[in-house]
């Protein structure tokens, strides 16, 4: 009995096993849990490479560059397009397709072939290219029937895509080939009366193709096609581009790889882009995650999106469309999951090439970072008391921002800055906290040192006359330091702006969130109304509240707090934290920063207000546009936690704010938040008082 038991317990395991190799005979193999994005350029048509530790943060190889000699692959135009690439079946090395064109010939999108290619170690490329109209002679099976009487009028061969087929059988009985999957257009003696999908296979070595044979018709173009095999329900699910009917992105799934794809339902496709025009798909997984992202273009706009989108595990159910982070210019590509040490490998290739050619890659820096080490959350002062300007920054370069001290820099004239040294550290000089000192803000006021408050609008009057008196003067400046520590808002101040400062209260000043406010106590913000003469302290991440400063500018005014944007709002105002207010011809400007301070689209909005304590548009038609803002052309990513100041004497804005170290920074992935650097630049102003987008200068 026991031995029957055993005989079918043996021949359900080998049922099993047979079936599970059935079902993963038809996909791409995959290893490791970090990313490549082999992709063509938007700046020109060659393949380039972004790498990613997550598969959702990217940074550029090689500035965006190539990564081969396009024109020795591209043997019939000179481009390479839309690359896909995925590993060998067995493991031991990759291989690539790609469209071969180059549409700077202006020949109406015309093309005639794709490049195969192969490589051990990603980064040298052996190729062979297929000249469609060179007709049947190309193909390792010219004795087989053939797709078309004349191959000489093929005008379009586009987007190919890998698929192993572990089933395949050659004539020769051998089991296995690479089906290649593309779009194809011979319309001239109609052949095809628009573009449609076809499939070849290439043998092992992959340097072969058979002749094409037609997948589906659905009675109009459709090109773009991305295929994955779902263990879900052990089908084939293909993305494609339709340019017929209803226009768009879809999926279809079939039970079969070579055909069998039905139309797919109009109501089940990338909706959420609307009208626009939108192709170039292709769909990954992500360890640990049931569902699917699916990457594509979207190309109405002016400039182009390359979007990721999500996806269930039956690859349905399009939601939470993003642009792609730290890619200079994405374009139609394809993502393979690499280990560790090939995303190590890669990223030295690209690292001492950049170094053995300063300059090919990257443009170097000019006039920013205005001081050098890792900086961040600037606060820029002028003083009236030494005719200089400030810079209060957070302390950067550690995992966490778990920092401690402060330093201050000055300079005469904004463009030469002096690291002034430490002036306040909070395991010196902060008794309720040692860590996580961030974001500072500082004002400078006039001072009574006898009531120990700030001067009054009416004691200021005599200001002048005051100061003319020697041995008569009760007052000066005295500088007011608010600052994070461990996620609370301290106060600090100091009769010089170096400092060093003191500790005000010896606890926190605020501690606690609004009543019903999720996020964080920090980011102060301190500002003066010119108009009532009031400080208010405007302050949170994840929401925004306000308070009114007591005259002594250590404590708030009871009962002068409230919400200006509640966090269950944060989205619709597009507020993450870092608010700075600032006040110009009857107008207050709330700039503040969107989206997280580590992904590379952080970045600056502004919100005109008509009260310094309540969001009231200045217009019914008032939008919260972005100022500030990543320019991936210059590699300048995270843009964003600023300051404003005016010039005293010419009348110029500036603002000052961070951004990722160039260009280091970003080839750490989300962690290149914790590496930021300060720059400054000018900032205008058009007819009707909107700021004029700030575009961030090397």
Known sequence: MRNNNLKKCLFVAAALLATTTTLNAQENLQKGDHFLYCHMSGRGEWTAYALSPDGIHYHDLLGGEPVFDTKEHARIEGGTRDAFICRKHDGSGFVMVTTDMLVEKSHHWFNYGIDLLTSDDLIHWKSTTFDFREGAKIFSDPQSPDTYKDYSTVRRVWAPQILWNADYTWPDGKKGGYFIYYSLLN???????????????????????????????????????????????????????????????????????????????????VSFEGKKNCEGVSAFQIPGEKGWRVAYIEYSSNPKHYRICQANEFMREFRNPQDIEGVEAPQHGSFMRITKEEYDRLQAWSDSLEAANPGKYYKENKQNPVFKGYHADPEVLYSNK???????????????????????????????????????????????????????????????????????????????????????????????????????????????????????????????????????????????????????????????????????????????????????????????????????????????????????????????????????????????????????????????????????QTGEWFIVYHRFVRHESVKKGFDAGFFREVCIDPMTFDEAGNIVPVKPSL
């Open 187 to 269: 319309d001239k003696n109609g052949e095809d009366p628009y573009d449609r999908m076809y499939y070849s296979y290439a043998d092992e070595s992959f340097t072969t193709l058979t002749k094409p044979r037609l997948m589906f018709d659905w009675g109009y173009a459709t090109i773009d096609a991305d295929i994955n095999f779902l263990k879900t329900d052990s089908m084939y699910h293909m993305m494609i581009k339709k340019e017929g009917g209803q226009p768009g992105i879809f999926t279809t799934a079939s039970k079969t790889l070579e055909g069998g794809y039905p139309q797919p339902v109009d109501d089940d496709y």
């Open 386 to 648: 030494t005719g200089k300007f400030y810079i209060y920054p957070t302390t950067d370069g550690q995992l966490g921002w778990k920092s401690h001290d402060f330093h201050v820099f000055s300079s005469p004239d904004m463009k030469t800055w002096k690291d002034e040294g430490v002036m306040f550290d909070l395991q010196k000089d902060c008794s309720w906290a040692d860590w996580y000192a961030w974001a500072p803000c500082a004002i400078e006021v006039k001072w009574n040192k006898k009531t120990g408050t700030v001067i009054t609008e009416k004691e200021n009057k005599a200001f002048d006359k005051a100061v003319a008196k020697k041995n008569n003067k009760k007052y000066d400046y005295r500088y007011f330091y608010y600052f994070v520590a461990n996620k609370q808002i301290g106060v600090a101040f100091s009769d010089t702006p170096e400092g060093p400062f003191t500790d005000a209260l010896g606890k926190p000043l605020l501690d606690k969130n609004p009543k019903g406010e999720g996020g964080q106590v920090i980011d102060p913000d301190v500002f003066q109304d010119p108009v009532s003469g009031k400080y208010y302290l405007y302050w949170g991440n994840g929401f925004l509240a306000v308070s009114e400063l007591a005259a002594d500018m250590k404590s708030v005014v009871p009962g002068s707090t409230k919400v200006l944007i509640h966090h269950s709002d944060r989205h619709k105002y597009h507020y993450n934290e870092g608010v700075y207010v600032f006040y110009r011809d009857g107008k207050y400007y709330f700039t503040w920063s969107e989206n997280d301070t580590r992904s590379v689209n952080y970045r600056v909005r502004c919100f005109v207000s008509t009260s310094p304590t309540e969001l009231k548009a200045v217009n019914e038609k008032q939008r919260i546009p972005v100022i500030l803002s990543a320019n991936g052309s210059e590699q300048i990513w995270g843009t964003g936690h600023h300051s404003v100041i005016q010039h005293p």
